[in-house]
């Protein structure tokens, strides 16, 4: 078998990644659940590369942490960690949804959100749904750790402004949903040819008193070479009244302020916006049910 | 090299290894565990599954260093002292083990989800299961019995079940594990990639990636002088017939002067390593000019089409197969309504989970030269010598290759030694040659074992898909819902060489009116050789194909007479007495109607409604009927041998061995001549052996094609034993000094009579007395003769029928499809084990349902589309339906008990009753395969009634012209 590296390595402090990588000068990269990266190498859509630094052993990333309104996931969390979480169940619904439809149960079992975003995907469905949720991330290299905002980091399909033969991204994060607060994913595929979404929707809302949004964010791909915030579809419901109506002008915004795609095996821009206009209300719908259960939590 | 610790089923592991290696590399070649499975190396189809720290991961894609330090659980790992695990035991049970290739992924899957529900304190359930195993894939079960089966090992008793069947005699009718399924379930069952052979190179072959094109020059060079290869062999080294070929030779072993297709070999290497082995390819350098690409087999049959062959006569014309019965006219001028349209149907991939392989050992080969011991499971004891040039394959067909390879090698067959593998799934795929010449060759070139194994990339380019058709047939019936006449033309893509694009197509004709008395029928059907994918055998050959396009015009013939489709299909359906559209009068074992009246009475049952709407799902009911010939049939003769012999066991008890060369690929046969040899000699099942495919120590039993195993070998193993049996009862009959007539053979014994006071021998007394070698039967069984088509009379020595019904489910905001139930009756003659029926039915039916919605393999201009398992679904755990499945016995007076074959049979009706569902459903006719949602849902929303474009097409189905290509045009 032709493998494709040479050197394994598991640093366990984000130093000695850091470090690694500064060593290989270019000829190593990171590494998480090996799902996207490895299979590209077995399918010899990769140059072999010198090194392989494994990121998800690395001592305290492997795990979802709070810090205060934070929810914090290290870079070596599985999808299955996060979609059997109970505070992102609870707190992030609409990542645990869009993590739990990715491959099976195999997959999501070695499989990182850090690896779906870094990988950047215009539809990683991970990366869908902590977009919604207005999702950051820690990237650590030689010039030390910052944040930024997941969506800075997106290049274009596949390629992403983390170097990821010098830089790794450690942490995500987000804020936890509070009182009043709901979000909800939703993803539409076919039977046929490649695991690949025909659109892949996330949905973070927010309800006032009077049922009526207060704060909303939606984010969509593949809509455009990067996921998609639908900023002029948000813009349009903020302080409308939670109704299917408003639900559906909202998704006839979002489909005048992007140019959907059609793909070639995979769906016509009619069939994409069909889905948009079926299920971008149905999945508001859903936040905003969830919205309200948190904001009139039951007896 | 790192040193790599591991604890691997409970026993600490230290080895010094690459750090390169995967964790699949290190369990299979380094700790020789070759339990787990690869069967696609890229994530897709979950068979390499293991545990990793209670874990299920894809050891094909986890690098070994993050295992470094952590508990890797296998398969060989579950019955450590031999006692089976309970998921082993449910796997058996439930007879969800075929091929067996799947298997230990399954279950170590599903170990971890029963540990996983265990230690979260639930009950594992039927949907648990469904989220569990959604990517690991099986192509052989259907799911049913693995679902069953899980639920059983996770503590929720669930018997297996069987379709009620006739009452059981001694071991014909019970339900038994298949003879390999217990060594399948531990891991220990070994596939072809599973030996290994001392001083063993690595094989890889040069395709030609073009389509088209004419070969300039080939230069092998640099190849030849790279360290560490062996041998470089091009055409120019063929020292016997550059060609092979089921029905005509016309493949070339390594292309010479022109390739046809991206399959196409050019040149072969052998190596030290995979790795060299790839570099040598990079090394050789072919010129090629290419051709213009014959895309499809419209285009191939114009007049100014390219050839593909150009010394074949008639152009692209592979074939012309007609049927012509009665007067087609006069039939329409009767017909009250008549139906007219053109369907097409998809190339699809067979996607067996075992990627072919082939070892070839050179003569005279001895294992010591490369101070190594031979695998003792690879070779039984005397089986050990390699005198002669042997390949192990897991093949359909073991005489064919081997007469196929020494042709190639120039020698006679008997120079050549076949010895068939445990195949992990076949279906019609493995029967013409892949690597099985090229490793002899490169065997005997390089005095070493060789072993060709084909990546899953490989194997999608190069193995002979499902033939893809454009049908157009018209069907016309009188006011009373009879038949009157059905007209049909179609066009098959035979791809770039024949295999077995005559027969199968054939089948296509001869069964394009359905299984229905129609008085008047005409049939033209055109093989045509394009630059595609060669088309071959493929679970239903042919008649899967034509199904689709008889049973969406009956339905809607039944509509346009107001008529329910049942009853309609009634009206016509064969019955003894019956003639089919080639002539044959049908004198027996015609058991559709009752397969109709089964399914219509169980979906009828309680408050029963063809179609309704919940929300904005619609749900529907539809349904599809199919015959199948049993048997080669059009007068080809049609045996199979079988040797039954009698020996010692272990603790001096008989055992009895059948030994024939044909194929298991999981569907059961070894259990069948089991239970066929057990009934005749009056043994236990358990105490009959099975050795099949070795032709140097069996006796040929044919083509494992045509659904004909069970009834042509079945009758030579049966017929066998009977003769075995005489020859015991005359011997016993002399020591217990009676007549031979009173003799009953029971439980090993001779008995004088039937009770149980009576005298009696033991068998192993008689193999003491008269010497060990002295009861061995062979039987040459002929099927009873055929006719050629086009002569009338029998075209088959018998015919299973079938009725499905399935439910399905259209969602209207998104076009997707669900198929919930399907609801099924066999005729199968009778049902010899209904553990093993009840497998090959339920497998058929999930296979079909891929067929009618998620496979498609596509070329473009000649170049496949689908290069990687990722862009090729079969149906997942997730679309299998719940099945109830009837069984039907109208036995067959010649077949073994009364069974006929049911391997292809379940597979051929379940795409129709599906598109009929739709229609029912949406009002939307579907005409291609496979159902594309997008297309659907943008036909409901312009309320078009019909969907021209499946999933994979780009362009509209091409106009057909009733009975056209013009001989004259074509030359
Ligand atoms: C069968 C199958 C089905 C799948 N289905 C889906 C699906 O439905 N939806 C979906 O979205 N995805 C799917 N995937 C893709 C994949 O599983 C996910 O994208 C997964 O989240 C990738 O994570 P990983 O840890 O395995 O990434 P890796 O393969 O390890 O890495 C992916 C990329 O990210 C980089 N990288 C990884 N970690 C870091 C880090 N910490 N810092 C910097 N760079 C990093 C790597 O260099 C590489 O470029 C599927 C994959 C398979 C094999
Ligand atoms: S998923 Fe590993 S071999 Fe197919
Ligand atoms: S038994 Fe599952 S693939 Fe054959």
């Known amino acids: 078998m032709i493998n494709g590296w040479n050197h394994y390595h598991t640093p366990d402090s984000v130093e000695q990644a850091v470090a690694l990588l500064e060593r290989y000068g270019g000829q190593a990269r990171v590494v998480g659940g090996g799902t996207d990266l490895l299979v590209e190498i077995r399918r010899g859509l990769r140059k072999p590369i010198e090194a392989l630094i494994d990121a998800s052993r690395i001592a305290g990333l492997d795990q979802v942490t709070r810090d205060g309104d934070y929810i914090v996931i290290g870079c070596g969390v599985t999808h299955t960690q996060i979609i059997?979480?109970?505070?992102?169940?609870?707190?992030?619904?609409?990542?645990?949804?869009?993590?739990?439809?990715?491959?099976?149960?195999?997959?999501?079992?070695?499989?990182?959100?850090?690896?779906?975003?870094?990988?950047?995907?215009?539809?990683?469905?991970?990366?869908?749904?902590?977009?919604?949720?207005?999702?950051?991330?820690?990237?650590?290299?030689?010039?030390?750790?910052?944040?930024?905002?997941?969506?800075?980091?997106?290049?274009?399909?596949?390629?992403?402004?983390?170097?990821?033969?010098?830089?790794?991204?450690?942490?995500?994060?987000?804020?936890?949903?509070?009182?009043?607060?709901?979000?909800?994913?939703?993803?539409?595929?076919?039977?046929?040819?490649?695991?690949?979404?025909?659109?892949?929707?996330?949905?973070?809302?927010?309800?006032?008193?009077?049922?009526?949004?207060?704060?909303?964010?939606?984010?969509?791909?593949?809509?455009?070479?990067?996921?998609?915030?639908?900023?002029?579809?948000?813009?349009?419901?903020?302080?409308?009244?939670?109704?299917?109506?408003?639900?559906?002008?909202?998704?006839?915004?979002?489909?005048?302020?992007?140019?959907?795609?059609?793909?070639?095996?995979?769906?016509?821009?009619?069939?994409?916006?069909?889905?948009?206009?079926?299920?971008?209300?149905?999945?508001?719908?859903?936040?905003?049910?969830?919205?309200?259960?948190?904001?009139?939590?039951?007896? | 090299m790192s040193l790599l610790k591991l604890t691997v089923n409970s026993r600490a592991v230290e080895i010094d290894v690459p750090q390169s290696r995967y964790l699949a590399e290190v369990l299979r070649e380094d700790l020789g565990l070759t339990g787990t499975k690869i069967g696609c190396g890229e994530a897709e189809c979950g068979i390499c599954t293991v545990l990793v720290d209670g874990t299920p991961v894809l050891s094909c894609v986890y690098p070994a260093f993050k295992a470094q330090g952590a508990r890797v659980e296998t398969i060989e790992g579950l019955s450590p002292d031999g006692e089976l695990h309970p998921l082993q035991q449910a796997f058996l049970d439930h007879g969800a083990v075929q091929c067996g290739i799947c298997t230990p992924g399954l279950i170590m899957t599903s170990k971890g989800l029963i540990d996983g529900c265990r230690s979260d304190g639930k009950a594992v359930t039927a949907d648990d299961i469904r989220v569990a195993l959604k990517d690991s894939y099986c192509r052989c079960t259907g799911y049913q019995s693995v679902t069953r089966a899980i639920l059983q090992a996770s503590g929720q008793g669930s018997p297996a079940e069987f379709p009620e069947s006739r009452s059981e005699t001694t071991v014909i009718g019970k339900p038994v594990p298949n003879k390999q399924a217990r060594a399948k379930v531990t891991g220990a069952a070994r596939y072809t990639d599973d030996y290994v052979f001392p001083g063993m190179l690595v094989a890889r072959t040069k395709r030609a990636g073009v389509p088209h094109a004419r070969i300039r020059s080939i230069d092998v060079g640099a190849a030849r002088d790279l360290p560490g290869v062996h041998a470089v062999l091009t055409h120019a080294e063929i020292p016997g017939r550059n060609l092979h070929g089921l029905v005509v030779a016309d493949w070339p072993v390594l292309c010479a002067d022109k390739v046809r297709y991206c399959g196409d070999a050019v040149a072969i290497v052998a190596a030290d390593s995979e790795e060299i082995a790839a570099r040598a390819l990079d090394l050789i350098q072919v010129d090629y000019e290419e051709l213009p690409v014959v895309s499809d087999a419209i285009k191939a049959s114009r007049p100014d089409s390219p050839r593909v062959h150009e010394g074949h006569g008639d152009g692209n014309l592979l074939k012309h197969i007609r049927v012509d019965k009665g007067d087609i006219e006069a039939g329409f001028a009767q017909a009250h309504v008549v139906v007219d349209q053109t369907y097409r149907t998809p190339a699809t991939e067979h996607l067996f989970l075992e990627p072919e392989c082939s070892i070839g050992v050179p003569a005279g080969y001895s294992p010591d030269q490369f101070g190594g011991a031979l695998d003792p499971d690879a070779v039984r004891g005397e089986t050990a010598r390699h005198d002669k040039t042997t390949i192990y394959v897991g093949s359909q067909i073991p005489y064919q290759d081997r007469d196929q390879t020494a042709s190639a090698m120039g020698v006679e067959p008997d120079k050549v030694r076949v010895v068939a593998t445990l195949m992990g799934g076949g279906f019609g795929g493995k029967e013409d040659i892949m690597g099985q010449i090229h490793a002899a060759l490169l065997a005997e070139e390089t005095g070493r074992p060789v072993k060709m194994r084909y990546s899953r990339r490989e194997s999608l380019l190069v193995h002979p898909k499902r033939h893809a058709t454009v049908i157009r047939i018209r069907s016309g019936a009188d006011r009373e819902g009879r038949l009157t006449a059905v007209q049909a033309t179609l066009y098959g893509d035979a791809g770039a060489y024949a295999s077995l694009s005559e027969k199968v197509l054939t089948r296509a004709t001869t069964h394009a009116a359905g299984p229905y008395a129609v008085p008047n029928v005409k049939v033209d059907c055109f093989a045509m050789y394009t630059n595609n994918a060669p088309s071959g055998a493929f679970r239903g050959f042919g008649v899967t194909q034509s199904c689709f396009a008889v049973e969406s015009n009956m339905d809607m013939l039944a509509e346009q007479l107001d008529m329910d489709p049942v009853e309609f299909r009634r009206r016509n359906a064969l019955e003894v007495g019956s003639v089919t559209s080639t002539g044959q009068v049908m004198r027996e074992s015609v058991g559709l109607k009752e397969c109709i009246d089964k399914v219509n009475g169980d979906i009828r049952e309680g408050e029963f409604r063809w179609s309704w709407q919940e929300g904005s799902r619609r749900f529907a009911w539809g349904l599809g009927l199919a015959y199948k010939n049993t048997g080669l049939g059009g007068g080809a003769p049609d045996r199979a041998s079988a040797v039954v012999e009698l020996k010692l066991g272990a603790g001096e008890n008989s055992v009895a061995e059948v030994r024939t060369s044909s194929a298991e690929m999981g569907q059961g046969l070894p259990a069948v001549l089991a239970a066929c040899a057990a009934e005749e000699l009056g043994l236990p099942y358990e105490s009959v052996m099975v050795l099949l495919g070795d032709t140097d120590y069996c006796p040929d039993g044919g083509p494992t094609t045509a659904s004909r195993q069970t009834f042509v070998s079945g009758n030579a193993a049966r017929l066998a034993a009977r003769e075995l049996a005489g020859q015991l009862k005359d011997k016993a009959a002399q020591e217990l000094d009676c007549s031979a007539d009173g003799i009953v053979l029971v439980g090993g014994q001779a008995q004088a009579g039937n009770k149980s006071g009576d005298k009696a021998v033991s068998l192993a007394k008689l193999i003491q007395d008269y010497g060990q070698s002295a009861f061995q039967v062979r039987h040459d069984y002929h099927a009873p003769e055929t006719r050629p088509l086009g002569s009338g009379g029998d075209m088959h020595f018998a015919f299973g029928f079938c009725a499905q019904a399935a439910l399905c489910e259209v969602n209207m905001d998104s076009g997707e499809v669900k198929v919930h139930k399907v609801v099924a009756a066999h005729d199968v003659g009778r049902a010899i084990n209904p553990l093993t029926l009840a497998g090959q039915i339920e497998g058929g039916i999930v296979m079909c349902l891929g067929y009618a919605l998620t496979e498609h393999y596509i070329q473009e201009q000649g170049r496949p589309w689908t290069s990687v398992m990722a862009r090729y679904k079969m149906p997942s755990i997730t679309h299998a339906p719940a099945i109830t499945s009837h069984i039907v016995e109208h036995p067959a007076s010649t077949g073994p008990y009364g069974a006929k074959g049911v391997g292809e049979l379940s597979s051929i009706p379940t795409a129709a009753a599906i598109t009929n569902a739709i229609y029912r459903a949406t009002g939307v006719r579907v005409r291609s395969l496979p159902v594309d949602q997008d297309q659907l849902l943008q036909a409901m929303h312009d309320g078009a009634s019909e969907v021209e474009l499946a999933w994979g097409d780009l362009d509209p189905i091409p106009k057909v012209n009733m009975g056209a290509v013009k001989l004259g045009e074509m030359t």
């Not at chain 1, 994913?185 to 949004?213: A, E, F, N, T, W």
Request: net charge positive; glycine share 12%.
């Open chain 1, 84 to 299: 059997r979480n109970p505070d992102i169940i609870r707190c992030g619904t609409c990542l645990s949804e869009s993590c739990g439809v990715i491959g099976g149960p195999q997959v999501r079992n070695s499989g990182t959100l850090a690896g779906n975003v870094a990988h950047a995907l215009p539809a990683g469905d991970g990366t869908i749904g902590l977009l919604a949720l207005g999702g950051e991330i820690e990237v650590a290299g030689p010039s030390g750790r910052r944040w930024m905002p997941m969506q800075d980091s997106f290049k274009g399909p596949g390629r992403s402004f983390i170097d990821r033969h010098r830089e790794v991204l450690t942490r995500l994060r987000f804020k936890a949903t509070g009182a009043g607060e709901g979000s909800a994913h939703h993803r539409v595929m076919r039977p046929q040819g490649l695991c690949l979404p025909i659109i892949s929707m996330g949905v973070r809302l927010k309800l006032d008193d009077r049922g009526r949004v207060q704060a909303v964010r939606i984010s969509m791909g593949p809509v455009g070479p990067v996921p998609f915030v639908a900023e002029e579809a948000m813009a349009s419901l903020e302080g409308k009244a939670a109704t299917e109506e408003h639900f559906k002008q909202a998704a006839e915004v979002a489909l005048s302020s992007v140019t959907l795609r059609a793909s070639k095996y995979r769906a016509s821009h009619e069939y994409r916006a069909r889905m948009v206009r079926s299920y971008l209300p149905e999945i508001l719908a859903r936040a905003a049910r969830r919205a309200v259960d948190t904001r009139d939590p039951g007896p």
